[in-house]
């Protein structure tokens, strides 16, 4: 007996006494790859949606348009993910009719910052990458914390198999512990990034059974937003 006049059971088990443990939280899986260039950005992600060993859908797609220079990649728990992008853009709406224009990728970066921060004692279940062209036309690549800390890199690899995808992008992009000189670089075009993106995503199937099926690829360049499809592995 506790001071409130109540039973604590004991860590073993008692018979007749059962445990139930809820979580609002479930992890649907999904990996996202994006890698910016000097005028383009390229996004993908993988269309597996999975829970423990079940798939329900093997061709759903993880990215989410929010203008022609902006897409938002977003995996974790589904019904988060809905419930955040559907938000955006409803906050992206609301903002166009104010103010008659369309909302840059860096005010799209800070106003999903900020919302992710309002739900920071429950925060979204999500792995957020969010690619786009900056108000110079230079590609941009913004990543993010369950409570919406926001920070700007060049390539970032994030969901389930971020793990797995990041060293690879490390290596490829940005030629980590590599003994180059500037001139030795390979230039970054838009094919060199699309190739990349894919073969992370091959050895990621390989490897990580919440990624698979098939890849969206989104390249991003001023001309608007073209799409690719690569298939993977299915089991």
Known sequence: MNSFGIEQFPDYKVPGVQHVDFSPYESNGGSIVAIAGDDFVVIAADTRL???????SRDQSKLF????????GSTGCWCDTLSLTGLVKVRMQMYEHTHMKTMTTD????MLSIVMY???????YVSNILAGLDKDGK?????????GHCERATYRA???????????????IGYKNQ???ADQLPPLTKERAVAVASDTFISAAERDIY???????NIITADGIEERKLQLRKD
Do not use: C, W
């Open 50 to 56: 999975s829970s423990g060993y079940s798939i329900h």
């Open 65 to 72: 348009e929010m203008s022609s220079k902006t897409v938002l």
């Open 107 to 110: 005010a799209v970066a800070q």
């Open 118 to 124: 309002n739900r920071r004692f429950f925060p979204y």
């Open 139 to 147: 590609g941009a690549v913004y990543s993010y914390d369950p409570i």
């Open 158 to 172: 994030g969901g389930t198999a971020g793990a797995l995808l990041q060293p690879v992008l490390d290596n490829q």
């Open 179 to 181: 003994n180059l000189s």
């Open 211 to 217: 990624t698979g099926d098939s890849v969206l690829i």
